[in-house]
T-cell receptor, first 114, second 111 residues
Framework: AQSVTQLGSHVSVSEGALVLLRCNYS??????LFWYVQYPNQGLQLLLK??????LVKGINGFEAEFKKSETSFHLTKPSAHMSDAAEYFC????????????FGGGTRVLVKP | DAGVIQSPRHEVTEMGQEVTLRCKPI?????LFWYRQTMMRGLELLIY????????DSGMPEDRFSAKMPNASFSTLKIQPSEPRDSAVYFC?????????FGPGTRLTVT
């Protein structure tokens, strides 16, 4: 069985500061890992994904994440927060054998202060 | 492509009524997923289909919930009878095995 743990259900950052959202996973097979963003009253949008190859993955809107197998982590970062980054972020691990069936973490809501 | 389409976007109904949520996946995708999102339980996978066949419905809360996929371009999630605890946002997503694409969701309120 797969699982995802996101540390911190709420994160508050100042505009221009570093955004760091933590994600740890467990998986019995090599994982595919994803970060999704959800803006208010909208569906989930893919930010970035790790499948194989380079462990540092760059996504949209200046976000990136690094897959660390030894730490079973896939933390999401952005060097400088923008007001438009206020949203909820979900980390997910995929069951590749099930058409990319996803197991989600509990989500982290990001508040950006001016 | 227009993406995953869900209807209605908002549904308000009274307890005991039947509710039907609809989803049109992205053309060519062979997997379809139904999720429920609540404050208390987060995002839960209810059921998923592969080539129109239900594969795993272990997330369906109880017998009041049913889902069908009569063809590759349409799926429904039905709740009968509805209860206030079913109030949530229901998402449909389709997959080409590389990535899941989510619809905008249906916000269901049962009074």
């Amino acid at each position: 069985a797969q699982s995802v743990t996101q540390l911190g259900s709420h994160v508050s950052v100042s505009e221009g500061a570093l955004v760091l959202l933590r994600c740890n996973y467990s998986s019995s097979v090599p994982p595919y890992l994803f970060w999704y963003v959800q803006y208010p009253n909208q569906g989930l949008q893919l930010l970035l994904k790790y499948t194989t190859g380079a462990t540092l993955v760059k996504g949209i809107n200046g976000f990136e994440a690094e897959f660390k197998k030894s730490e079973t982590s896939f933390h999401l970062t952005k060097p400088s927060a923008h007001m438009s980054d206020a949203a909820e972020y979900f980390c997910a691990v995929s069951d590749q054998a099930a058409g990319n069936k996803l197991t989600f973490g509990g989500g982290t809501r990001v508040l950006v202060k001016p | 492509d227009a993406g995953v389409i869900q209807s209605p976007r908002h549904e308000v109904t009274e307890m005991g009524q039947e509710v039907t949520l609809r989803c049109k996946p992205i053309s060519g995708h062979d997997y379809l997923f139904w999720y429920r999102q609540t404050m208390m339980r987060g995002l839960e996978l209810l059921i998923y289909f592969n080539n129109n066949v239900p594969i795993d419905d272990s997330g369906m809360p109880e017998d009041r919930f049913s889902a069908k996929m009569p063809n590759a371009s349409f799926s429904t999630l039905k709740i009968q009878p509805s209860e206030p605890r079913d109030s949530a946002v229901y998402f449909c997503a389709s997959s080409d095995r590389r990535e899941q694409y989510f619809g905008p969701g249906t916000r269901l309120t049962v009074t």
